[in-house]
């Protein structure tokens, strides 16, 4: 079902991609979890990102999608605004892992991080042009290793880890539902989340297992960063993708304030990942909440 819904945005996209930049174009998310951003609920912009509750609401996963998207469109140079909705996740169409953020673009809806980009690319507005076809296909190797590995480790801490779950997770996603309501939506919520750990094969690993494959995808990226030493970003003077994806993750998981902080405490260890998400917060954000 849900590759399906995966596709028919895929299709959506090309339908649209000779067609103007719809005026109406809008984006969902649930609240933030950064008081920085506590008064955001509402702004009229051409583009807006649809999303959970930011201070109240949204969890560690969804804030990483969420800001991967934010970076991207800012990268893109795109106006847009935020409509923060305590209901975002059953709105959204679908995705392949966290549903949110999702934007409304006349008729149709995208949903999570690739579809938008491909949206955006269809536009001819997106960052990433100035890569060849070969620098192309190795940079969404990347972007597809970051978002399968950091998802997976947000959803484990996030569900997995008993204190974290009912210390941060549960009483979040159930804060705006009434009871029982919220006894409901923490089931389901979480009966999901190990349902797609376990697709994923991460349902039986310890945490240090996940330690490690966070660790060896750090790596992985700062070995990328360390190719180009004098560029601010992954290839070159220009952002692309990689850089949007990766800031949201790196970004929400060094942060996010937790019970068990082993993922924030594993990424700290690459500096020039960290100095990385501090270029970009500064550049596009300004919160400032990267401390030297």
Not at 8 to 24: G, I, R, V
Not at 27 to 41: C, D, E, G, P, R
Not at 54 to 67: H, K, T, Y
């Amino acid at each position: 079902m849900q590759t399906s819904q995966y596709l028919n945005q895929m299709h959506t996209a090309d339908k649209l991609s000779e067609e103007p930049w719809p005026e109406d174009a809008t984006l969902y998310q649930v609240k933030s979890i950064h008081k920085t951003n506590v008064s955001i609920a509402y702004i009229e912009f051409p583009f807006h990102i649809r999303q959970p509750f930011e201070a109240e609401q949204i969890l560690l996963p969804e804030n990483a999608s969420c800001l991967a998207v934010k970076a991207y469109l800012k990268m893109c140079n795109l106006p847009f605004g935020i409509r923060s909705c305590a209901n975002a996740e059953h709105m959204s169409p679908g995705g392949r892992m966290t549903k949110l953020p999702f934007i409304r673009a006349g008729a149709f809806i995208f949903a999570e991080f690739e579809p938008i980009v491909n949206f955006v690319e269809q536009k001819e507005m997106a960052i990433g042009s100035f890569l060849d076809e070969d620098a192309k296909a190795d940079m969404r190797t990347y972007v597809s290793l970051v978002e399968n590995i950091f998802t997976m480790a947000e959803l484990y801490i996030s569900f997995k880890n008993e204190r974290v779950y009912k210390e941060v997770t549960a009483p979040r996603n159930g804060i705006v539902f009434p009871w029982p309501l919220s006894m409901m939506q923490n089931y389901s919520k979480r009966n999901n989340a190990l349902r797609l750990l376990k697709v994923y094969q991460w349902n039986d690993l310890d945490i240090d297992d996940v330690i490690e494959k966070v660790s060896k995808c750090c790596e992985t990226l700062e070995y990328k960063l360390k190719e180009s030493p004098d560029t601010p970003f992954f290839y070159g003077e220009m952002p692309c993708e990689l850089d949007a994806i990766a800031f949201g993750h790196l970004f929400s998981i060094l942060t996010t304030r937790l019970p068990n902080m082993a993922l924030a405490q594993t990424v700290q260890k690459f500096k020039h990942l960290v100095s990385f998400c501090r270029f970009i917060d500064e550049k596009y954000f300004q919160t400032r909440c990267l401390q030297d």
